[in-house]
Each structure stands twice: as C-alpha cells, then as structure tokens.
C-alpha cells in the first residue's frame, strides 16, 4: 500500500540555522513527489516536485528537495530559515502526478528569533 | 483573482442535518478534488472528478457524496452528518495531462465543520 512517513511532528530552529524535513514513503512504482506548506488558516501550496530526472529539486521560497531511491526518501532542506517559514509542510506521493495525492501526516516548524 | 473558492469558511451542525459545501473554480482545470484535514493524520482524499459528469471515491468517500455538472463546480454533500465529520475541508483542482502539462493543484482556503 501507498504510503508517507514524516517522522517529526514538531522541529523548532533558530532563525539563520538550516532546516531538513523527513520524509520517506512507501510505493511500488516510480513516484511522483510533492512538497507543500501550509500556513495558519490557509489552503496548501507547492513548494517542490519531483518527476523524474535530476534527484536535487529546487523549489520556491529557497527550499530543495534530494529524492533518495535507495532510501525511499525526499526530504526538504533549507540552508537557512527565515521567520517567515513557520508553517506545516507536508510531503506528498502522487501516483499519476498531481492527482490523488497520498500526503503525510506533516511537520510543524517553529522558528525562534 | 483566479483560484479555488470554497464556501461556507466556517459552518457548525448537528448530528443528522444535511449540507452541502461549495468549491468553485475559474481556471478551467479538468481535475478536482476534496480532501478532509485532521490532526495528525495530513489530508486525506474523499473524493475527486476527472472532468464534468466523471467522479469517484477516494481513500474516505463514506458519507459524503459528490457530483460534477459543469467544470467550475464540485459541491460535497454531507447527507447526515455525523460528528466524525468534524473536519477541515480543502477543495483542490488542477489541470489533467489530456490539457497539456499537468499543472500543480491549487487549494482553497478550506471549510471549517463542527458537528455537535
């Protein structure tokens, strides 16, 4: 069965430190990977995606994502947080592309000063 | 502005009353779907449509009921609500690869439910 695994419910960083966000899934065929971020009181919005090609996405906002086969995962970076970030950020499997998204149970990130 | 408009933002019920939430789209995409939001558990599919007049269920399509007459709209029905409905609801959409490159979906701004 289709699956997405984001191990951390809550990270807390400093403003100006770096970020990685975990995901690993679980999937028979090649996937479709998504990254999306949520802020308080609003829909969803895509940050990243990974079809095919070159395993080091760039995405909006100064996030990447580095698609793993070997370890069934995408996980989202930032070199450097900014306040702005806070947010819930999900990750998202897709086995036809955008449609009928598998999502994660998502990360909620706090941003200290 | 061109996007997913989701109607009511916030509603309460009571077990066993009916309703229907509104998601209208202006892009002319093909695909839209409805996903329901709970703690800890991310969004989860309901039910989605390939185009006017084409639906089908997703992972939790029980109690809710949806149809697709025109491409703009996608209302979900609610037909007896129960309290395990209480949920946040997103309405998304996005272009189908028969209209050339798929297009990321875009979400509205959700639907608050309780239902007491």
């Known amino acids: 069965a289709q699956s997405v695994t984001q191990p951390d419910i809550h990270i807390t960083v400093s403003e100006g430190a770096s970020l990685e966000l975990r995901c690993n899934y679980s999937y028979g065929a090649t996937p479709y990977l998504f990254w999306y971020v949520q802020s308080p009181g609003q829909g969803l919005q895509l940050l990243l995606k990974y079809f095919s090609g070159d395993t080091l996405v760039q995405g909006i906002k100064g996030f990447e994502a580095e698609f793993k086969r070997s370890q069934s995962s995408f996980n989202l970076r930032k070199p450097s947080v900014h306040w702005s970030d806070a947010a819930e950020y999900f990750c998202?499997?897709?086995?036809?592309?955008?449609?009928?998204?598998?999502f994660g149970a998502g990360t909620r990130l706090a941003v200290h000063p | 502005n061109a996007g997913v408009t989701q109607t009511p933002k916030f509603q309460v019920l009571k077990t066993g009353q009916s309703m229907t939430l509104q998601c209208a789209q202006d892009?002319?995409?093909?695909?839209m779907s409805w996903y329901r939001q709970d703690p800890g558990m991310g969004l989860r599919l309901i039910h989605y449509?390939?185009?006017?007049?084409?639906?089908d269920q997703g992972e939790v399509p029980n109690g809710y009921n949806v149809s697709r007459s025109t491409t703009e709209d996608f209302p979900l029905r609610l037909l007896s609500a129960a309290p395990s409905q209480t949920s946040v609801y997103f309405c998304?959409?996005?272009?189908?690869?028969?209209?050339?490159?798929?297009?990321?979906?875009?979400f509205g701004d959700g639907t608050r439910l309780s239902i007491l």
């Open positions: 892009m002319n995409h093909e695909y």
């Open positions: 998202a499997v897709g086995p036809g592309g955008y449609n009928k998204l598998i």
């Open positions: 998304a959409s996005s272009s189908s690869p028969g209209q050339g490159a798929s297009q990321p979906q875009h």
């Open positions: 449509s390939v185009g006017a007049g084409i639906t």
